[in-house]
């Protein structure tokens, strides 16, 4: 996969991508990331990438000119000529899981991050495919929400972590992850629970299981209903309902 990163700050992004799993997958060429100054898309002397808003009004709009010539260069040198154009702004549709893994599958994402008070509308109509928002606030920029979606996206592809560990984790599933402890087994009077030092792998599962159902109650029962439950774990859920209900 290449994804570009079209921005006016490279620096922001300079981080996120130099450390840890990012920097290892791009070692290992499972992708190809370009961070890409849109001020060399510009031809002025001041390299001038906004303006003022057309009928007035507080703040600056990104220009169309150097958006348009820089996705223009990067398709062109893609070859592949299948890129998939996102804007990021608090106006696109939320960003989860299920757009994360939709991503994934693609070959080549040009990603344009906003700025200011936003992009000149010809952009969004027709350069774009795609507008996604990370969450409902207000950011500076697209740069940071673009870094979230890229690492989201990028744990997922083929090789990046065992198969099994992406398939087993919360969101995938529709329920949110059972605890996790390591040691020492006692620490600062809090011991970790028995069944997970007993060594009995099928209680071990089990416990797992009812934890993630009981932690999906607690915290996000909005999850609930989109889990497909084993009968086991219905009928806890159906426990710990009714103990509620008393
Ligand atoms: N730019 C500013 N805020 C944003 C958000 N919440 N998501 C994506 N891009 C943004």
Redo the contacts with the bound molecule.
Sequence with gaps: MKIDLVTIFPGILEGPFRESMIKRAVDRGLVEINLVDLRDYTRDRHRQVDDTPYGGGYGMILKPEPIYEAVEDLKSKSGSGTARVIL???Q?RRFNQDAARELSQEKHLIMIC?RYEGVDERVRSTLVDDE????D???T??EL?AAVVVDAVVRLLPGFIAEEAAANESFSESLLEHPHYTRPPVFRGMEVPSVLQSGNHAEIDRWRRMQSVKRTYERRPDLLEKARLLPDEKAYLEKIEKQQDK
């Design positions: 990021l702004t608090p696109g906003g996604i928002s990370i969450g606030y207000v950011l920029g697209g929400a």
